[in-house]
Each structure stands twice: as C-alpha cells, then as structure tokens.
C-alpha cells in the first residue's frame, strides 16, 4: 500500500514562502498524474497545481504566478513552492497521486497552512 506523507506546513505572515513537500512511500510518482488541493474551513476541497502524466502543469486562477508544483522521481517527492502568500492560501494541503494501471487515488493526510496579515 502506497503512503503519502506531506510536510512543510506552518504559520507564516502574509507576503511569505513556504514549501511543502509530499514523499511517497514507493516509487508512484513516475508516470502518473499527481496534484496539490487544499481545503479551508467550511469549503470544499479545491485543486491547487497539477503535473499531468505527461507532466503539463495547471494552476488554479487564485495561485498562478505564486505557486509552483514540481516533482522529483528520484526522491519519489513532490513539492509545491508557495510564494507570496495571502491569508485566503489558509487551508489544510493534500497531495494527491492518481495511478492509472490500477485506477487507484491516492491521498496524504494533510498538512496545514495558515497565512497571518
């Protein structure tokens, strides 16, 4: 069974960087489409960044130009460097790995972000 673990969450004060990561417990991340959602209080889970599988990025509107998701097959790591943070980034984050060959989703357990003004 396939474990993501995220980390690099925390409280940071609006205007700053964080970086989260999310390391797979196997080698899951060649290949397959994976992404970054978030989810805030009372709202439901968005997407944030995507790497297809053939690895074309998508950003949500609210994170372009802010945020960038990268991956590195080697460390069986994704990350998502968060730029110019606002308060509405706060959220709890959740890497995501969709396996095609099984159709299986994958979820890490999720880490939170909270973005002070």
């Known amino acids: 069974q396939v474990q993501l673990v995220e980390s690099g969450g925390g409280l940071v004060q609006a205007g700053g960087s964080l970086r989260l990561s999310c390391t797979a417990s196997g080698s899951i991340f060649s290949g397959n489409a994976m992404g970054w959602y978030r989810q805030a209080p009372g709202k439901q889970r968005e997407l944030v960044a995507r790497i297809s599988r053939g690895g074309i990025t998508t950003y949500a509107d609210s994170v372009k130009g802010r945020f960038t998701i990268s991956r590195d097959t080697d460390k069986n790591t994704m990350y998502l460097q968060m730029n110019s943070l606002k308060p509405e980034d706060t959220a709890v984050y959740y890497c995501?790995?969709?396996?095609?060959?099984?159709?299986?989703?994958?979820w890490g357990q999720g880490t939170q972000v909270t973005v002070s003004s």
């Open positions: 995501n790995v969709f396996t095609t060959f099984p159709p299986v989703n994958y």
